[in-house]
């Protein structure tokens, strides 16, 4: 038997317009419990329907066991799916909703009353195989399509959302089933959820996707400590995500302040983000030991540990979560262990676009024309265009705008807001801004004739 | 209050009466032997006994039009029923503007005077040269009783789990196998109720029917009966039928209404 059970390779699938899959390489371990975790339409439901066959791929294949099974239609896969709203049968008691599968394959009936019984046990359900399962409980729905779908013994099986619909508490609950249910079970499970916590309680491997692209694979305490982007460090956990300055192979620089950090290969003087967990950020009252001062902003108490928002004495607001609390206005000495500063390689250092010159002092790109310096450039010319973060302004209204977009992605970096705008054209922008903005919000983009930078089109660029 | 609830007593068996006089004036009439309507001539079983005996004018004429009338009914009613199902789950899946102009599709015949879509089907029939009898009659009443069943699946669709087809096929059913195992019998009450919403509307449709019927003769119920009043009032023996429909239409609703409390109470 090979090791992996599923191989997914370059995986594309758009609907419409829009690319929802992007080239996805996946493989998934015999036996080990993984989790496809992004924000809302990342595309990971898509992701696991294809793998259940409802949805075809547009390129790539997907094995199992090593065949190809993009041909092979749903009901021929050896998969069974956990679907987010239960889905079960309306019509049919608990008993022959577990039994469903079973008798489509002709199964004897004895077989089929000794499994069904089995797996009842085996979800806490034992007494309720008359029931009407519209008289359950959301959490009894639950258990009962988890018994429908694992009673036929699939290979695999595919869990779409299953906890999303339960309160908190019995959702911890069965967090824990789940888990103690993939060890007897030894089935692989493939878990979808955009809940960051739960991915990191059930997985032995977490799959972080956003925007139809695989972002990072690796085991949970991989993907806690070390997010390859600033994407997984903020949606994973609670993080501070920074503007830094790589100086050298294993000193970094962010908030004003140097630090010894573990991290080597980025070159030297290299602009790079910089996460550190809130935790991970000591207080000390040794001043051989301090690497920087701050002052108290605020103290709130969160059960287990306190969590406090300082200002440095640079000007950068940092997140501190430590067990004892400390007040409010007090100045404190921090420090950070070399261990757990995380630097991350920058994403893009500015925004470029590909633009024509439309006429002598207008250059049109994202869909709209902007004013700007066009000496040097032909009318008609395509040129590669620059705008630096910090010099896009964000109007609350249309009247002096360029062109306008949505607020896709907020980003907090200490002492300012990393936006990624979606404009009317569908391209993206990236803003740094100081103004607080919301999710969606609707905005105006307009740019300074003397801060967009036009450069010739070279081969290096396209 | 107490002026109040009385008033709306008083209101209420105004309505009743009102309703229901026409159906009781026939029914009580039914049982006397008078051939004008409104005469009472004393209790007779007789009218009831002519009808079973076809010992009336004309029987045969009567007979044939309730066998027309019911076969026409079953026949488009089961066929508007498996189309106008199969249309509510195509209009269901549709998205965003095409669905709303589908269903603004779907609701035009509905609101649309019986007595126009007669006509244009009978111009349909003449301009295609299909001649007309028993089966435009037939096309005629699937046509008009369709929308209906769409109108009353298409709810039991929108409360069904999206996810439940998918699940038959996920556990090893054939895309036939989900449809019948799992969607039908989802939509069964819908369906249901849409057929004998359709089997309703073609048994007491005239409009249409008389439109479409052409010239051989072929009665219904309904044109039978206008025939029948036209040559010279009404023949004496319909006022019995009538009040054999009425309890037989009353007898179904209320199983179906006793049905679905009961199933109610289940849940």
């Not at chain 1, 908190?168 to 959820?193: A, C, P, S, W």
């Not at chain 2, 249409?208 to 052409?214: A, E, I, L, P, Y």
């Amino acid at each position: 038997m090979k090791e992996n059970i599923i191989d997914i390779r370059h995986l594309s699938k758009s609907f419409g317009d829009k690319k929802v899959l992007d080239d996805i390489n996946l493989y998934v371990r015999r036996g080990e419990f993984i989790t496809l975790l992004g924000p809302s339409g990342c595309g990971k439901t898509t992701l696991l329907r294809m793998i259940a066959g409802f949805l075809k791929p547009d390129e790539g294949s997907i094995m199992l066991d090593g065949k190809d099974i993009a041909g092979v239609p749903p009901h021929e896969r050896p998969l069974n799916t956990v679907f987010q709203r239960y889905a079960l049968f309306p019509h049919l008691d608990v008993y022959d909703n577990i039994a469903f599968g079973l008798k489509l394959k002709k199964t004897p009936e004895d077989e089929i009353d000794k499994r069904v019984r089995k797996v009842l046990k085996l979800v806490a359900m034992s007494d309720y195989e008359d029931r009407d399962v519209e008289t359950l409980s959301g959490g009894q729905q639950q258990r009962i399509a988890i018994a429908r779908a694992i009673v036929n013994q699939p290979k695999v099986l595919l869990l779409d959302e299953p906890l999303a619909a339960l309160d908190l508490k019995m959702r911890k609950d069965m967090q824990i089933e789940l888990k103690e249910m993939h060890r007897k079970l030894g089935i692989t499970f493939i878990y979808v959820t955009h809940d960051q916590e739960e991915a990191l309680t059930l997985s032995d491997t977490i799959v972080v996707i956003n925007e139809g692209k695989i972002q990072q694979i690796g085991t949970p305490t991989d993907i806690y400590n070390e997010p390859v982007n600033a994407f997984v460090a903020d949606f994973i956990g609670e993080s501070n995500i920074l503007k830094g300055r790589m100086l050298r192979d294993r000193r970094v620089a962010f908030i004003k302040h140097e630090f010894d950090c573990v991290d080597e290969g980025f070159g030297e003087d290299v602009r790079v983000d910089v996460v550190v967990r809130p935790e991970d950020i000591y207080f000390t009252t040794d001043p051989a030991k301090c690497q920087f001062t701050a002052k108290v902003n605020s103290c709130t108490f969160k059960g287990v540990h306190y969590e406090m928002y300082v200002d440095t004495d640079t000007g950068y607001e940092l997140m501190i979560q430590d067990y004892d609390p400390y007040p409010v206005g007090s100045e404190v000495m921090l420090y950070i262990d070399p261990d757990d500063i995380q630097v991350m390689k920058k994403e893009r250092t500015e925004n470029k676009y590909t633009g024509t010159v439309t006429a002598e002092g207008t250059v049109e790109f994202l869909g709209a024309e902007f004013e700007c310096d066009t000496k040097g450039f032909e009318v008609g010319e395509d040129v590669t265009v620059k705008v630096r973060f910090e010099k896009v302004d964000l109007l609350d209204h249309e009247d002096e705008a360029i062109t306008t977009g949505h607020v896709e992605f907020i980003l907090y970096m200490g002492n300012h807001y990393h936006l990624t705008i979606r404009t009317e054209s569908g391209e993206k922008i990236w803003v740094d801004t100081n103004d607080i903005w919301d999710k969606n919000d609707f905005v105006g983009i307009k740019i300074l004739p003397k801060d967009i930078c036009l450069e010739k089109v070279t081969a290096a660029n396209e | 209050m107490n002026t109040r609830k009385v008033f709306a007593r008083i209101y209420i068996w105004i309505v009743l009466v009102v309703l229901y006089a026409p159906i009781l004036f026939i029914a009580v009439f039914s049982f006397t032997e008078a051939k004008s309507l409104g005469n009472w001539t004393g209790f007779s079983m007789n009218l009831y006994k002519n009808l079973f005996t076809g010992s009336m004018q004309n029987s045969s004429g009567l007979i044939s039009a309730v066998e027309n009338t019911l076969v026409i009914a079953l026949i488009a009613s089961v066929i508007a029923t498996l189309l106008g199902t199969v249309a509510a789950i195509g209009i269901f899946n549709l998205k965003g503007r095409k669905k709303n102009v589908m269903n603004f599709l779907n609701n035009i015949p509905m609101i649309n005077p019986d007595i126009i879509t007669g006509v244009s089907l009978f111009l349909l029939f003449v301009f295609l040269h299909i001649s007309q009898g028993y089966t435009t009659v037939v096309l005629a009443h699937i046509t008009f009783c369709t929308p209906y069943v769409v109108l009353n699946v298409m709810p039991k669709l929108s409360q069904l789990n999206p996810n439940i087809y998918e699940a038959a096929l996920d556990l090893g059913a054939t895309p036939m196998q989900a449809l019948r195992k799992v969607l039908v019998p989802a939509l069964r009450p819908g369906m249901i109720s849409g057929f004998i919403l359709s089997f309703t509307m073609s048994l007491d449709d005239f409009a249409v029917t008389f439109f479409t019927r052409g010239t051989i003769g072929l009665d219904t119920l309904s044109t039978y009966i206008y025939a029948d009043a036209r040559k010279g009032g009404l023949t004496p023996e319909l006022k019995p039928l009538m009040t054999i429909l009425f309890l037989l239409i009353l007898v179904v609703l209320l199983i179906i209404n006793i049905r679905q409390s009961k199933n109610s109470n289940k849940k």
